[in-house]
């Protein structure tokens, strides 16, 4: 059972325009979330993070939104650039979860210039 | 900067083998986890580690099994490879108390 889910398999942007990436969840225990970025024949590696507490979090381009009462949460890259263009995943973890994180399927983004 | 390496980035081995991916960390990190990724269905957990000689089953651990003699390293064996098992293969580890897990470059396995 799927419990963090990306409806969008794939999304295509210009260069310069704001990217939005979309993540739900249903399991209200979930208390900390993530997103990867993969490139392909590459590992994922971590971009931003939020804790439930805060409903946002800000590094450089990337902006991070939670609304936990809509268990749903948004990645914006600002302004997208070429290099942006990759396949992002979303993750959760909560008490019930222990250290495990769960993935949702991705999300493959192409900035086009 | 924490790094975790996997003993090969591409595999190919027949059914019926017994695969060995091994997976390194070198953060002193408590946590170490494999997962598969596959296209279509993002990444899926099959076996984590909380300490030495301690193992918890993931979401699919059927088929798989796990070692953790040392506190760095971290072993996922296919007993014997089926065709499904064809995947990308990710390690991670984590420090203790921490959801951010860091990734391996993968293993591209092929079971023909």
């Known amino acids: 059972d799927q419990q963090v889910k990306q409806n969008s398999p794939s999304l295509s942007v210009q260069e310069g325009r704001i990217s939005i990436l979309n993540c739900d969840y249903t399991n209200s225990m979930f208390d900390y979330f993530l997103w990867y970025k993969k490139y392909p024949a590459e590992g994922p590696t971590f971009l931003i993070s939020?804790?439930?507490?805060?409903d946002k979090n800000e590094d450089g381009r990337f902006t991070v939104f939670l609304n936990k009462s809509a268990k749903h949460l948004s990645l914006h890259i600002v302004p997208s650039q070429p290099g942006d263009s990759a396949v992002y995943f979303c993750a959760a973890s909560g008490v019930n979860s222990g250290y495990a994180l769960n993935f949702g399927k991705g999300t493959s983004l192409l900035v086009t210039p | 900067d924490v790094k975790v390496t996997q003993s090969s980035r591409y595999l190919v081995k027949r059914t019926g083998e017994k695969v060995f991916l091994e997976c390194v960390q070198d953060m002193d990190h408590e946590n170490m986890f494999w997962y598969r990724q596959d296209p279509g269905l993002g990444l899926r957990l099959i076996y984590f580690?909380?300490?030495?000689?301690?193992?918890e089953k993931g979401d699919i651990p059927e088929g798989y099994s796990v070692s953790r003699e040392k506190k760095e390293r971290f072993s996922l064996i296919l007993e014997s490879a089926s065709t499904n098992q064809t995947s990308m293969y990710l390690c991670a580890s984590s420090p203790q108390d921490l959801s951010e897990q860091y990734f391996g470059p993968g293993t591209r396995l092929t079971v023909t």
């Open positions: 580690s909380y300490d030495v000689k301690m193992k």
């Open positions: 939020i804790s439930s507490i805060k």
